[in-house]
């Protein structure tokens, strides 16, 4: 049973441009959850997708969007980057809504 | 609003001591609390799970105990070790809509010296 990845592992955007950040859920799983973590913060709620579909969102602006695929894994848009987007972005997967599984992150660095 | 807060913030003890960590919650209608623990820079590695109808959860030197009336949850680690500096985070499970996020506290600092 493999865990939960995320791709990149870091990365370095410049203010305005577009970011996408992906997330493979683990075996069996067909819910994933995005999370926002500032530096000395806890992780902040972005959104989650259950079979593809926006569950639930955070308060976050509309430039965040996601999307789920068949196979569960997802993607986190961020688009007109600001430079307070620089964070370590999480994802984690369950399945439901039972016992969330974190994958190790991207650090997101905006300039 | 469920809010989480964790007392101290960055805490810094010698090897050996046994130490409490604490978290606080406002609302009590929880059914479960999580311990956490993050590495600088790395994701979470979750290290205890407590139902509400469970008071304690021991992993190795870990204990968790639970007090929902009180909206109050201790992690416990005894013998601490070098190997235990991190960040320790606690989080409830929110439902809104049909979705569960987790809400967390902002942390706990740990550092153990040798």
């Known amino acids: 049973e493999t865990g939960v990845t995320q791709s990149p592992t870091h990365l370095i955007k410049t203010r305005g441009q577009q970011v996408t950040l992906r997330c493979s859920s683990q075996?069996?799983?067909?819910?994933v959850s995005w999370y926002q973590q500032a530096l000395g913060q806890g992780p902040q709620f972005i959104f989650q997708y259950y079979r593809e579909e926006e569950n639930g969102r955070g308060n976050f602006p509309p430039r965040f969007s996601g999307l789920q695929f068949p196979n569960y894994s997802s993607e986190l848009n961020v688009n007109a980057l600001e430079l307070d987007d620089s964070a370590l972005y999480l994802c984690?997967?369950?399945?439901?809504?039972?016992?969330?599984?974190f994958g190790p992150g991207t650090r997101l660095t905006v300039t | 609003k469920q809010e989480v807060t964790q007392i101290p913030a960055a805490l810094s003890v010698p090897e050996g001591e046994n130490l409490v960590l604490n978290c606080s919650f406002t609302d009590s209608a929880i059914y479960n609390l999580q311990w956490f623990r993050q590495d600088p820079g790395k994701g979470l590695t979750s290290l205890l799970l407590i139902q509400s109808s469970q008071r304690e959860q021991t992993s190795g030197r870990l204990n968790a105990s639970l007090d929902k009336s009180s909206g109050r949850s201790t992690l416990y680690i005894a013998a601490s070790q070098p190997g235990d500096s991190a960040t320790y985070l606690c989080?409830?499970?929110?439902?809104?809509?049909?979705?569960?996020?987790?809400?967390f506290g902002k942390g706990t600092k740990l550092t153990v010296n040798p």
């Open positions: 075996s069996g799983h067909n819910t």
């Open positions: 989080a409830v499970p929110l439902t809104q809509g049909g979705s569960e996020k987790l809400v």
């Open positions: 984690a997967s369950s399945h439901a809504n039972l016992e969330q599984y």
